[in-house]
T-cell receptor, first 115, second 112 residues
Framework: AQSVSQHNHHVILSEAASLELGCNYS??????LFWYVQYPGQHLQLLLK??????LVKGIKGFEAEFIKSKFSFNLRKPSVQWSDTAEYFC?????????????FGAGTRLFVKA | EAQVTQNPRYLITVTGKKLTVTCSQN?????MSWYRQDPGLGLRQIYY???????DKGDVPEGYKVSRKEKRNFPLILESPSPNQTSLYFC???????????FGSGTRLTVV
């Protein structure tokens, strides 16, 4: 069964620091990968997605993620975080037909950015 | 405005009293899904649907039912709620499995 691991449960950064959040998935076939953000008290919003093509994906709000197939990873990055990036971040994977079209989410990483 | 609408936003109920959480989307999306969010566990999929009359179990389907009689609606039914179903529930929809989900605002359910 497919699964998603987010290694860091809590991350604290100062403004302007660089961010990298880890995400690893277990499925070996073709996958679609996503990062979502959930601001306090709100619902999840899509940050970016990978379906095929260029493994470096750019999303909204200056975020990007790199798909490394050999490492089963899809890490989220941002060069310089802002206080407004304080939120919880979720990685998700969908393995298409062979995965039953289920979208599985990781447990999330809470990011706190100090002003 | 393109959106997923869930109702109610908040619900407190007693053990065993049947309830329905409604979900409707106005984007003509094929895929719809229900998730529950619990601290430290992320989002766990309850049920999902790939089209009208096509539904399948997610990872935590026990105690829940769904139906997809129309493309836009995907209600979640708890026939006999129990306290371990106290959670934050999200409905979501997408055009296909390669697109990201659009989420509703959530329903916070408390079962006492």
């Amino acid at each position: 069964a497919q699964s998603v691991s987010q290694h860091n449960h809590h991350v604290i950064l100062s403004e302007a620091a660089s961010l990298e959040l880890g995400c690893n998935y277990s499925y070996g076939g073709t996958v679609n990968l996503f990062w979502y953000v959930q601001y306090p008290g709100q619902h999840l919003q899509l940050l970016l997605k990978y379906f095929s093509g260029d493994p470096l994906v750019k999303g909204i709000k200056g975020f990007e993620a790199e798909f490394i197939k050999s490492k089963f990873s899809f890490n989220l990055r941002k060069p310089s975080v802002q206080w407004s990036d304080t939120a919880e971040y979720f990685c998700a994977v969908n393995a298409g037909f062979t995965g039953g079209f289920k979208t599985i989410f990781g447990a999330g990483t809470r990011l706190f950015v100090k002003a | 405005e393109a959106q997923v609408t869930q109702n109610p936003r908040y619900l407190i109920t007693v053990t065993g009293k049947k309830l329905t959480v409604t979900c409707s989307q106005n984007m003509n999306h094929e895929y719809m899904s229900w998730y529950r969010q619990d601290p430290g566990l992320g989002l766990r999929q309850i049920y999902y649907s790939m089209n009208v009359e096509v539904t399948d179990k997610g990872d935590v389907p026990e105690g829940y039912k769904v139906s997809r009689k129309e493309k836009r609606n995907f209600p979640l039914i708890l026939e006999s709620p129990s306290p371990n179903q106290t959670s934050l529930y999200f409905c979501a929809s997408s055009l296909s499995h390669t697109d990201g989900y659009t989420f509703g605002s959530g329903t916070r359910l408390t079962v006492v």
